[in-house]
């Protein structure tokens, strides 16, 4: 049987190879040129489970640089395994400064959310996608797809909408709900709620969209219209709640809810973690009823 | 060819190639991400032949293997062809068609759709024409408008006939087929990607 | 507060402390060693091997180890590190027919030139726990015969196919030098995909996932009506030509289990009815892997062959995009990650929803009374 190198590999600068990061980098640049068209690009295998974020790792590692600051949420909060393990993964491979502070970050990697704080010009998003296509529910079939976003023939999703309504008075859609960028492409703002699409319309700040099992990779340049999808007599709506976040008071953030005991009893907190943390140094938020842990 | 030259005869590439490439393409990012935006191109290595700074910064970044490149005749010479092939890879073609990347100069027109446009299903397989002018934010400043442009914005790029401009327009009609460019000089880029419509 | 989905490094740290642990086992048993998985739990590498499109026995078996004998996760890893490898080229295609068989047989033909080669197989065993193994002891070695490593031994298929009887093999995937072959671990899939490209999906493929396939195939959903042309299992060469020789070289010798199924064809237009090919091949002894994949090849040239493609084994999206096991494991397991955020999407959309059919219900009874 050979021999096993004893020592560990040394990997690259930021884990990937320079040819795989060219590639990457080359499918980023198109993927800019035409906002919500998703390019095929050679995803590699990355030492993380597919679906947990590869795509977004790989479009992070081929842009990500020493000079960087880099933030990763999932569910909004920067303290979740799955943010906390690849945040871990970056200060390891790419000697990269990290942060939990929206506005001190170049880079945010997110997992089902924009952030709260306003995005600045410079600052680039990461996305991770799970599937990256917005028609795939409505036809499973790449090749068909393929071709309704070349034909612009997106009557089949206006009819889901349609019967959504129908059915249920109103859209009935709550994440991922799709959008038309610089009015050519619908895309998909991949699973975040609707709550957050309007921050993705004329943001200053770069998104850049990565799925890894499906290797897509697409964007929204800074400034380009990004609509939510609707019907003038059902305008699209996001989100309410009416309590507040218990620990900062917060009324215009997208809140979380917590069962707190076997009662049933309910919480809400933020689910931007940094936001809410910067809004309870501001004003001194009640604090929460002392709940046992479940 | 160039049989008598040496590999100390070509142009040195980059010394620290993950993090020189990695600034040198966010700085492309950005041109993309902002088309019109002046883009200063820091500690590129000094160019071969009639290249400039930008241009050969671009090509060490993007270039390999995979990417078929055309040079204008102006371009063709030994000294940029070895560089291109010792520090790239990328393999030197005649047919503008096949070409991924295009390096032309401003005073010689070509028709944007004798390149690579993509296709209504795969619009991503075009090519990216980098081409060399005199100066940026230099000349009669033209209205561009379009995805990373907020409102308006009023670039100037130097050296190009008027006829660029309908030729422009025309490629941006095929949206979201045709190429995209990128104009350099010196250690400066301007990207203007098919999705911009310019005031002719 | 609330901690369940809330784990900071050191809580991941010592999860990862937890599952070396798990691993290690009741330190009283001996540690494995990975010769030892190598030579005695050698069809699991093999299939660690294949799966992990990288054939490597020693990086295989410390895959096995480190993943406690989850095949699937062994798999994983190994694609992982053969993804950080560089790349020197491609090798010419394997010369089967030039393979030193240690087992090969054919159901088409009651003998072939060559010989029918039982080797190593589960085939004529009676499944009863061998009691036996449950303690070590000494195992007498098998007697061999001598072997001549130097013939080749021709492929059943070859012989068919000179009658006519069975379709040519390609032989655009049969010209030394072809030139690069495309490969889906650099390039992503693109539909409709080309044979070759089908085969290293295929070959790369989830046995399970295959054999559920070609076992449908056998039960009417989508019949081709296969017979075993021949399996073989046995070592052959790979060679290389390095761009500064100009020729090719020997750089090595791999075990591989090659299938050739043989399947009806009624014949078209311009073809006459014939036999035709279903292809499988894996690292290492893997005949199941190998005969399912060659089921499944086979039924995905539905439409090469104008059959009408109706089940599932012949769709090409469906079964390309679905065979890859790091893949779905990774997706299916992604559910596990926290998805708060979503579900309380649809909980403030699901109670307004609720809210409205309340409302329009005590309406309704109000109307009712009123009457």
């Known amino acids: 049987m050979p021999d096993i190198p004893i020592q560990e590999a040394a990997y690259n600068y930021a884990y990937l190879d320079e040819q795989t990061k060219r590639m990457i980098r080359r499918a980023i640049l198109k993927a800019v040129a035409v906002p919500g068209y998703q390019v095929p690009f050679g995803g590699r295998e990355m030492p993380l489970p597919y679906g947990w974020g590869t795509g977004g790792i790989q479009v992070t590692a081929a842009i990500i640089g020493r000079d960087d600051t880099l933030k990763v949420i999932d569910q909004g909060a920067d303290d979740t395994t799955n943010a906390v393990s690849i945040r871990r993964f970056f200060a390891r491979v790419a000697d990269v400064a990290t942060t939990t502070r929206t506005e001190e970050a170049s880079v945010i990697q997110t997992r089902h959310r924009v952030p709260e704080t306003p995005l600045k010009e410079g600052q680039i998003l990461v996305f991770q996608v799970p599937i990256p296509e917005p028609l795939r529910m409505l036809e499973p079939r790449e090749t068909e797809t393929r071709t309704l976003h070349a034909l612009s023939e997106y009557g089949v999703m206006q009819v889901s909408l349609y019967e959504s309504i129908a059915r249920h008075g109103r859209i009935a859609k709550t994440y991922n709900y799709p959008v038309m960028v610089n009015d050519r492409y619908i895309m998909s703002p991949s699973p975040i709620p609707k709550f957050d699409n309007p921050k993705l319309d004329r943001s200053p700040a770069l998104q850049l969209y990565g799925a890894g099992r499906e290797k897509r990779i697409y964007a929204v340049p800074p400034y380009t219209p990004v609509k939510s999808l609707d019907f003038d007599d059902h305008p699209f709506e996001i989100e309410t709640w009416s309590e507040s976040c218990a620990l900062c008071g917060s009324r215009e953030s997208f809140l979380d809810e917590m069962i707190v005991d076997d009662t049933g009893k309910r919480l809400f907190l933020c689910s931007d973690t940094d936001w809410c943390q910067e809004r309870q140094g501001e004003h001194q938020g009640e604090q929460p009823q002392e709940e046992p842990a479940k | 060819m160039s049989d008598a030259m040496g590999i100390r005869d070509i142009a040195a590439g980059f010394i620290d190639s993950p993090h020189e490439s990695q600034r040198i393409f966010r700085g492309v990012l950005e041109a993309f991400a902002h088309p019109g935006r002046v883009v200063t191109v820091v500690d590129a290595p000094a160019p071969p032949g009639a290249l400039c700074r930008a241009t050969a910064a671009f090509l060490l970044t993007l270039a390999d293997r995979d990417t078929p490149l055309w040079l204008a005749p102006e371009f063709d010479t030994p000294e940029v062809s070895d560089f291109v092939r010792f520090h790239t890879g990328a393999p030197i073609v005649g047919g503008r068609a096949e070409a991924a990347f295009a390096i032309l100069p401003h005073d010689q027109l070509l028709p944007f759709d004798t390149f690579s446009i993509g296709t209504d299903t795969y619009p991503d397989r075009s090519a990216t024409l980098v081409i060399g002018v005199p100066a940026l934010g230099v000349g009669q400043a033209r209205i561009w408008r379009g995805p990373g442009i907020d409102g308006e914005a009023s670039v100037a790029i130097a050296g190009l006939d008027p006829i660029f401009w309908l030729d422009w327009a025309a490629n941006h009609s095929l949206f979201p087929c045709g190429v995209d460019v990128v104009f350099a000089a010196g250690s400066q880029l301007v990207a203007l990607p098919r999705g911009i419509a310019v005031e002719s | ?371």
């Open chain 3, 1 to 371: 507060m609330y901690v369940a989905v809330k784990g900071g490094e050191t809580a991941i740290a010592h999860s990862l402390d937890l599952l070396a642990d798990k691993r290690r086992g009741d330190r009283d048993v001996a540690e494995v060693s990975l010769d030892q998985i190598d030579q005695q739990l050698g069809l699991a590498v093999d299939r660690v091997m294949t799966e992990g499109s990288c054939y490597d026995r020693a990086l295989a078996a410390l895959a096995v180890k480190q993943a406690r004998g989850d095949l699937v996760e062994a798999i994983f890893l190994l694609r992982a590190y053969r993804t950080t490898l560089p790349r020197f080229g491609a090798s010419e295609p394997l010369d089967t027919s030039r393979m030193v068989a240690e087992r090969r047989i054919s159901s088409t033909f009651k003998d072939v030139p060559g010989g029918q080669v039982l080797g190593p197989t589960y085939d004529y065993t009676h499944r009863l726990l061998d009691f036996s193994l449950a303690a070590a002891a000494e195992r007498p070695a098998a007697p061999t015969a001598p072997c001549d490593a130097t013939s080749t031994l021709p492929r059943v298929g070859d012989i068919l196919e000179r009658e006519g009887m069975l379709e040519p093999a390609p032989r655009s995937m049969a010209t030394p030098g072809a030139g690069d072959a495309q490969d889906l671990t650099r390039q992503p899939m693109v539909f409709p995909a080309a044979r070759p490209l089908r085969l290293q999906n295929l070959a790369r493929g989830d046995e399970g996932f295959l054999l559920a396939l070609g076992y449908s195939t056998q039960r009417g959903y989508g019949n081709n009506h296969p017979f075993v042309g021949e399996i073989r299992f046995g070592a052959v060469p790979v060679s290389f030509v390095p761009e500064e020789l100009g020729f090719a070289i020997e750089i090595a010798e791999i075990d591989v289990t090659e299938c050739d199924m043989v399947n009806q064809f009624a014949g078209s237009h311009d073809v006459p009815p014939q036999f035709t090919r279903g292809y499988g091949l894996a690292f290492g002894h893997a005949e199941r892997k190998a005969m399912a994949m060659a089921l499944v090849d086979r039924a995905l040239r539905a439409e090469e062959l104008s059959e009408a493609a109706t089940s599932p084994a012949q769709d090409e999206e469906f079964v390309l995009a679905h065979s890859d096991n790091v893949e779905a494991s990774g997706f299916v397991q992604h559910l596990k990650l926290p998805h708060y955020v979503d579900f309380q999407s649809e909980l403030v959309v699901v109670r307004a929803l609720r809210a409205e059919v309340e409302a329009r219900n005590r309406q309704a009874t109000l109307c009712q009374a009123a009457e």
